[in-house]
């Protein structure tokens, strides 16, 4: 069976310094990999989707990048963190099934920026 | 830009009542998505409708689609206090690459 793991699960840092989230999924091959930021109380904003290794499309320009360097390995990162990145990221991947994209979401990693 | 749209934000029922949920989008879609989502938790797919259908059952969720109006509803039926959690609904976009979520209707649901 597929599962996907997001971590750290939280995390605390100060405003201008580094971020790395991982997201690796296990189960399936070339699947669709997605990053969303859910803010409090709010919905899901698309940050990046990736179709394929190195394969990136962004959604909302930021100062955030996303990177897939191995087929089921998704990360974002940000070399200098803002107050407005705080919020819940969260990794979803799907099957590349025409018609359908339904997505499976990781446990998501709770940031707050300081 | 959002494409769903749930009504209402929020809804507060008894343990043993219906609840619904609507939601509304914009442009032509292939299928509509709902997802449910607890506190502090990632989403969890719930039903899937394509656009040639009208309604679809399962188990104690129902959905329906009206393609003409825009809207999708969301039927719980006996509800349960374990059912208190978030619900969105999403539509694909045209490559089937990408998702777009409402911003979701919070129930609550009380012993």
């Known amino acids: 069976s597929q599962t996907i793991h997001q971590w750290p699960a939280t995390l605390v840092q100060p405003v201008g310094s580094p971020l790395s989230l991982e997201c690796t999924v296990e189960?399936?091959?070339?699947?669709?990999l997605y990053w969303y930021r859910q803010a409090a109380g709010r919905g899901l904003q698309l940050l990046f989707y990736?179709?394929?290794?190195?394969?990136i499309s962004s959604e909302v320009p930021q100062n955030l990048s996303a990177s897939r360097p191995q087929d089921r390995q998704f990360i974002l990162s940000s070399k200098k963190l803002l107050l407005s990145d705080s919020g819940f990221y969260l990794c979803?991947?799907?099957?590349?099934?025409?018609?359908?994209?339904?997505?499976?979401f990781g446990p998501g990693t709770r940031l707050t920026v300081l | 830009s959002q494409q769903g749209e749930e009504d209402p934000q929020a809804l507060s029922i008894q343990e043993g009542e219906n609840a619904t949920m609507n939601c509304s989008y914009k442009?032509?879609?292939?299928?509509l998505q709902w997802y449910r989502q607890n506190s502090g938790r990632g989403l969890v797919h719930l039903i899937l409708?394509?656009?040639?259908?009208r309604e679809k059952h399962s188990g104690r969720l129902r959905v329906t689609l009206d393609t003409s109006k825009k809207s999708s509803s969301l039927l719980i039926t006996a509800s349960r206090a374990a059912d208190t959690a978030s619900y969105f609904c999403?539509?694909?976009?045209?490559?089937?690459?990408?998702?777009?979520f409402g911003k979701g209707t919070m129930l609550l649901v009380s012993p």
């Open positions: 189960g399936t091959s070339n699947p669709n």
């Open positions: 979803a991947w799907s099957v590349r099934l025409a018609g359908v994209n339904e997505q499976f």
């Open positions: 409708i394509r656009s040639n259908e």
């Open positions: 442009t032509s879609i292939n299928n």
């Open positions: 990736s179709i394929g290794i190195d394969q």
């Open positions: 999403a539509t694909v976009n045209s490559g089937y690459s990408t998702l777009t």
